[in-house]
């Protein structure tokens, strides 16, 4: 059967549709125009926060998720939308020196995507257990975790300072609706909360007139409206995404290349790994077929993709847990309709008024979303230590995590002559491959409860005086 052609179905409600099969083009559409709402929201607001443009991205997530669905022969539905696995990097980037612009940050992202992708074929040839024993789930649940949790910074001095009110609020609004609203409505939480933030700050200008901080690149505090259209009202209907970015790069722009940007996204290729891997596990728990063959190319897909994005100025790409949302809710799993989200999504990319609104999101807005978005991807590094029953009662995941996880989110530098700098996220991501590795198997099963206790109650005295003996010490 041609890949473009799916078996017509339509089903009694609650029974599934297959990836190869497809419910009739009304109801095609309709699901299609759903996991384009479902993106929406975290595809815009990452590449807000990273200082590149959100109508490039929406296109190129458009583009990117054909390119995928191709290479993986429609067998993993899936959209691409834009990644925030580099968000830190990107972060760490832009503050390393005036010469980093755009085009250092998208060069650093295009050699992440390559990476990947060759770890997608490495995948696809030798089995998805070589990642297993270089990047156990100890390790990625730390790289994961530091690179969510080193964006704090970015949260608390840039936009939560802009309009402290209106972030609080979308924050609330944010954690409210993804736990409290029904079904598909908690899905597009991130779309809701920009929604209601932007509209919160539209009355706000109303009712107690401009307001005055600093705003994001600025040092100095201004009076400013909340919501600006200046953009929105210059900006054409119909168009190629065109103008510059904040640093005054093209919006659309080749790539340029440093190496000590390049160090600090490859922890973020770590992330996209994990993140590939729970999105096929996720589809073939839900679809019931066995999709391990498609592993290797569905991370290489996504590198391919992020590379093909970044190599034009556009934002990394990644599978998304919200379009997940709405298969699980639907039982719909046809990649037909993927293919109709991302033809609406380039549509969208082809809109530069549509883009002007989306640039125009208040930096409040951004704070609310962001402080609680950043903090997720943070847990989730969490949530794969707890999925994966990652032991801290043993010293190598104990001891040998932990200096990576404070050098990477602390902030911490190395410096290597004059010109080199080593930190953060890459010096984090370095150490705790290098020490988890040095120390595991390392140590016998008896010693393992004592270095953790010595570490952590240096006082025990080894159970001479415990309860048993008549003593007061409890174990």
């Known amino acids: 059967m041609s890949m473009f ?16 099969q497809r419910l009739p083009w009304g109801k095609t559409i309709g699901l299609g125009a759903q996991h384009v709402v479902a993106m929406f929201g975290a595809t815009f607001v990452f590449p807000l926060v990273m200082g590149l443009d959100p109508n490039l991205a929406i296109m190129f997530s458009g583009l990117c998720t054909i390119l995928f669905l191709l290479i993986v022969n429609n067998k993993v539905p899936s959209y691409l939308g834009t990644s925030a696995s580099f968000v830190a990097s990107v972060a760490a980037i832009r503050a390393l020196d005036e010469g980093n ?25 030798a089995g998805g257990g070589i990642i297993h024993r270089i990047l156990p789930p100890a390790v990625t649940g730390a790289v994961v975790m530091l690179i969510g949790f080193n964006l704090a910074p970015v949260v608390a001095g840039i936009y939560w300072p ?22 598909f409505w908690s899905r597009i939480a991130v779309f809701l909360a920009l929604i209601f933030g932007y509209l919160l700050s539209f009355l706000a200008d109303i009712v107690f007139g401009p307001i005055t901080s600093v705003l994001g690149g600025a040092t100095e505090a201004t009076e400013h409206d909340r919501v600006s259209w200046a953009g929105v009202k210059a900006a054409d209907w119909i168009g190629l995404p065109s103008g510059d970015l904040a640093d005054g790069v093209s919006v659309v722009h080749g790539p340029s ?16 790994v994990a993140e590939n891997t729970g999105h096929v596990k996720a589809v073939a728990e ?24 970044s190599a034009f100025g556009g934002s990394p790409t990644t599978t998304y847990a919200e379009n997940i949302g709405v298969m699980g809710a639907t039982r719909v799993y046809s990649t037909a309709a993927y293919y109709v989200a991302a033809f609406v999504a380039i549509l969208l ?6 883009g002007a609104v989306v640039n125009a999101t208040p930096g409040g807005v951004l704070g609310g979303i962001t402080v609680v978005l950043y903090g997720m991807i943070g847990l989730v590094g969490a949530k794969i230590w707890v999925e994966n029953h990652v032991d801290f009662g043993n010293p190598v995941n104990m001891v040998g995590l932990a200096a990576g ?29 290098a020490y988890f590795h040095m120390v595991k198997g390392r140590g016998g099963p008896g010693d393992q409860a004592s270095v953790t206790r010595n570490l952590s109650h240096p006082d025990y005295d080894g159970g001479v005086d415990d309860a048993a003996s008549g003593g007061s010490h409890k174990r």
Do not use: N
């Open 405 to 433: 996880l404070i050098a990477g989110i602390g902030g911490v530098t190395l410096t290597f002559g004059d010109d080199f700098e080593l930190g953060g996220i890459a010096l984090g991501t370095i150490l705790v491959i």
């Open 286 to 309: 839900m679809t019931g077929k066995d999709l391990d063959p498609y592993m290797g190319r569905a991370i290489g897909a996504d590198g391919v993709a992020t590379a093909f994005a």
């Open 5 to 20: 052609k799916w078996e017509v179905v339509d089903p009694a409600p609650g029974q599934a549709v297959m990836p190869e």
């Open 162 to 183: 802009q309009d402290q009110w209106i972030a609080l609020a979308t924050a609330t609004f944010m954690v409210a609706a993804a736990v409290m609203l029904p079904g």
């Open 349 to 354: 990319g082809l809109c530069p008024k549509f």
């Open 101 to 125: 612009d755009s085009s250092y940050v998208t060069g650093a992202i295009l050699v992440g995507g390559l990476v990947l992708a060759a770890i997608g074929v490495l995948i696809h040839f």
């Open 257 to 272: 290349f440093s190496l000590t940007a390049i160090l600090l996204v490859l922890p973020g290729v770590i992330a996209l």
